[in-house]
């Protein structure tokens, strides 16, 4: 059974930095993109980074020039590095990959990141 573990979050003050990380198990194959997306409370869901197969990158404007997502094929891992972090940034953190022949969407626990004024 396919699994995504997140795992880096934590409480950081204004200005610090998180490296967010995303494994996939269980017989994951041939993986697509691979996004973060974050959920503050009362709000949607929202998609914050994508890495596609080819490596492109694109990212939510209010983090551009802040995060950098990347991918390690090899270990199936996702990461999201996250420096100056504001308290807007605060929010559950969840990894999603696109994979398999159908293909089919798969999502992490999440994470929760903190960022205190």
């Known amino acids: 059974q396919v699994q995504l573990v997140e795992s880096g979050g934590g409480l950081v003050q204004a200005g610090g930095s998180l490296r967010l990380s995303c494994v996939a198990s269980?017989?994951?194959?041939?993986?697509?993109?691979m996004t973060w997306h974050r959920q503050a409370p009362g709000k949607q869901r929202e998609l914050v980074a994508v890495?596609?197969?080819?490596?492109?990158?694109d990212y939510k404007d209010s983090v551009k020039g802040r995060f950098t997502i990347s991918r390690d094929n090899a270990k199936n891992t996702v990461y999201l590095q996250m420096n100056s972090l504001k308290p807007e940034d605060t929010a559950v953190y969840y990894c999603?990959?696109?994979?398999?022949?159908?293909?089919?969407?798969?999502w992490g626990q999440g994470t929760q990141v903190t960022v205190s004024s």
């Open positions: 999603n990959v696109l994979a398999g022949l159908l293909p089919t969407n798969y």
């Open positions: 269980g017989g994951i194959f041939r993986i697509n993109a």
């Open positions: 890495i596609t197969s080819g490596g492109s990158v």
